[in-house]
């Protein structure tokens, strides 16, 4: 019986850092997945604030619309990939890079557009 303990000695150290190393494998693809998730949320958000400041100034025209949806877009680290006005209604696409390893995975794309709800101004938007 002293013979049998003594071959199984060490086991459990073994044993617990295979389960160590699998935990922490595990946790580090789990960072990895939720610095995706929170870049996606970032670029949406940076979408969304991008749309509004162009459409503030959608009566001064496209390219001031656009270029105050690029400063907002800068400001919050993401790329604004397109920025278009339509009548009143500006429509921005960005795209941000997840941080780390998430980077794998590629840009975190979002689009968002902005306009005023029902008729809309007065003023003909193509003059």
Do not use: Q
């Amino acid at each position: 019986m002293n013979r049998l303990v003594r071959s199984e000695s060490g086991f459990a150290t073994v044993w617990a850092a295979g389960v160590i190393a699998v935990l922490a494998t595990l946790m580090s693809l789990l960072l990895c997945l939720v610095s995706v998730v929170v870049a996606r949320h970032h670029a949406a958000s940076a979408a969304d604030l991008a749309a509004l400041a162009g459409a503030v100034h959608a009566v001064e025209g496209e390219a001031v619309a656009c270029e105050h949806a690029r400063w907002v877009t800068g400001r919050m680290a993401v790329e604004l990939v397109e920025c278009g006005l339509r009548g009143w209604e500006v429509t921005v696409k960005v795209a941000g890079v997840p941080p780390g390893a998430g980077a794998a995975f590629g840009p975190a794309m979002a689009a968002a557009r902005a306009g005023p709800v029902g008729n809309g101004p007065t003023v003909d938007p193509e003059r």
